[in-house]
């Protein structure tokens, strides 16, 4: 429990991520347990925490599909990573693709949406915006 409070002060982690590190220095089973614990208490919460990911991520420069990925790596369930990316404001993304673009412009601006997670529909919309 001591382990767990200490990684969970330094950010917010998804259950199954919090299990793998857990799990590292002991028994798998009392990983579990503690994770479950935690989770009744409310310290650990996989929406909560694909939903904060989404938004430092979105607020870093990144998109979507690296978010989506990102998300599913940590091992966060499916389906919380579709709601978490369904649920994110387009206005948002858009601001967060700018960053991403910074000054550049045509060619270079699409390479960088495209390597930084943003999809075709967002570059298309932005460098029509931009050009």
């Known amino acids: 429990m001591r382990r767990a409070g ?6 917010a982690h998804g259950r199954d991520e919090l299990r793998r590190k857990l799990a590292r220095g002991g028994d798998d089973e009392v990983a579990a347990e503690v ?25 870093r420069g990144w998109g979507p599909l690296r978010i989506e990925h990102d998300l599913a790596t940590a091992g966060v369930p499916e389906a ?7 649920d994110l404001d387009r206005a948002v993304v858009r ?8 000054d550049r412009t045509g060619a270079a601006a699409a390479r960088r949406l495209g390597a930084r997670g943003f999809d075709e529909d ?4 932005l460098l029509g915006d931009v050009s």
């Open 6 to 11: 200490e990684l969970l002060a330094r950010r």
């Open 35 to 59: 994770i479950d614990d935690l989770a009744r208490m409310g310290y650990v919460d996989d929406e909560r925490y694909a939903a904060a990911l989404a938004e430092h991520r979105l607020v």
């Open 80 to 86: 919380v990573v579709n709601a978490a990316i369904a």
């Open 95 to 102: 601001e967060a693709a700018l960053r991403a673009i910074g």
């Open 122 to 125: 967002v570059a298309d919309g």
